[in-house]
């Protein structure tokens, strides 16, 4: 079982396990990601504050300092689709994204989340098994999203 330890300052911290669901694509493990949790929190990448104000070159250096080096494409790839995030949490506005990740709601959860750039299935099922929500897997699939 994954052991999290969420920042003092939240009592849950949905950001965190939305980042980790998306570092945690293309055959690399929820636990293998976690490894990297702390340094990925000193770092700022939990923060949808940050993420939007970022640009790519700057999330992809934080990302290799996080121990999340995962080759020159790859680690690019993931900056984007983290400056995504940021982009559509901050328009979205954070305190409502922030409610929307903490309803519980699986569809609701999957409407705000699939429109975004590197948000797909996978994600999604990363994003749910960390926040034990309950989804019909099945229905994923004929959402769209992207792949991930």
């Known amino acids: 079982m994954l052991e999290r330890v969420h920042h003092p300052l939240e009592t849950d911290a949905p950001w965190e396990d939305l980042v980790i669901s998306i570092l945690s694509v293309n055959q690399y493990s929820l636990e293998k990601t976690y490894v990297h949790a702390a340094l990925l929190r000193r770092s700022g990448l939990f923060s949808p504050e940050d993420l939007s104000k970022w640009g790519v070159d700057e999330i992809v250096a934080r990302l290799k300092s996080s121990g999340c080096d995962r080759g020159s494409f790859m680690t690019k790839l993931f900056a984007v689709r983290l400056s995504h995030l940021g982009g559509a949490v901050t328009s979205n506005g954070i305190s409502e994204s922030r409610r929307i990740l903490l309803s519980n709601e699986a569809e609701a959860i999957r409407s705000f989340l699939l429109p975004i750039n590197g948000i ?29």
């Open 120 to 148: 797909g299935p996978k994600v999604l099922r990363n994003f749910f098994l960390l926040r034990e929500i309950e989804w019909n897997p099945s229905h994923d699939l004929m959402t769209g999203g992207s792949s991930t």
